[in-house]
């Protein structure tokens, strides 16, 4: 089955800062890639996600990249604030009519130091 | 518009009970996903359902099972407890004919097995 790793496990950075989280992943099937950050006491919340036939896409401070052939997709968060102090999930995922199970990563703590 | 509901959000229980947990979709999807997480690790998939149906279960023994009923909203039963059943139980739903875009995760039941 899918395997996703993510890197670093934490993270801090200065406000103002720019982040970034890297994955990779096993089955080269996947072609959906998703990131979530889930704040304390809450479910992970979407925040951007990737198709496999885009090579990168933005959302303001947020961007994400794939690497298809290396099987690489990475997270960048620029201009840092504290509120982007959080758990942050990559994960992967087949798109078929049937089922849409993610296989995440192990998350990656940011802290934002003001 | 209500989100992805979950009930009870905290709950204690002994080795050897058996637990529900409860989650009500978000208005208008139709298929519910339940994850496990455990404390610093990333969610890991238990099992979806669609039309009331088992679609699509990760690698958890059977004393996990779950229902989904006419109205979408779904059941995790947990037979047998086991301390390492201790984690945080993220229900999530999706619309099926949108092939999993539209993913919303709950905030979850914390479950605490002494």
């Known amino acids: 089955g899918e395997n996703v790793e993510q890197h670093p496990s934490t993270l801090s950075v200065q406000e103002g800062d720019s982040a970034v989280i890297k994955c990779t992943y096993s089955d080269s099937a996947s072609n959906y890639f998703p990131w979530y950050k889930q704040e304390l006491g809450k479910g992970p919340q979407l925040i951007i996600d990737i198709r496999s036939n885009v090579g990168e896409k933005k959302d303001q401070r947020i961007a994400v990249t794939l690497n298809k052939t290396a099987k690489h997709f990475s997270l960048h968060i620029t201009e840092t604030q504290p509120e982007d102090s959080a758990v942050y999930f990559c994960a992967a995922r087949k798109l078929k009519a049937a089922g849409n199970k993610l296989t995440f990563g192990g998350g990656t703590r940011v802290l934002v130091k003001p | 518009d209500a989100g992805v509901t979950q009930s009870p959000t905290h709950l204690i229980k002994t080795r050897g009970q058996q637990v529900t947990l409860r989650c009500s979709p978000k208005s208008g999807h139709d298929t519910v996903s339940w994850y496990q997480q455990a404390l610093g690790q990333g969610p890991q998939f238990i099992f979806q359902y669609y039309e009331e149906e088992e679609r699509q279960r990760g690698n958890f023994p059977d004393r996990f099972s779950g229902h989904q009923f006419p109205n979408y909203s779904s059941e995790l039963n947990v037979n047998a407890l086991l301390l390492g059943d201790s984690a945080l139980y993220l229900c999530?739903?999706?619309?099926?004919?949108?092939?999993?875009?539209?993913?919303?995760f709950g905030s979850g039941t914390r479950l605490t097995v002494v």
């Open positions: 999530a739903s999706s619309l099926a004919s949108a092939r999993g875009y539209g993913y919303t």
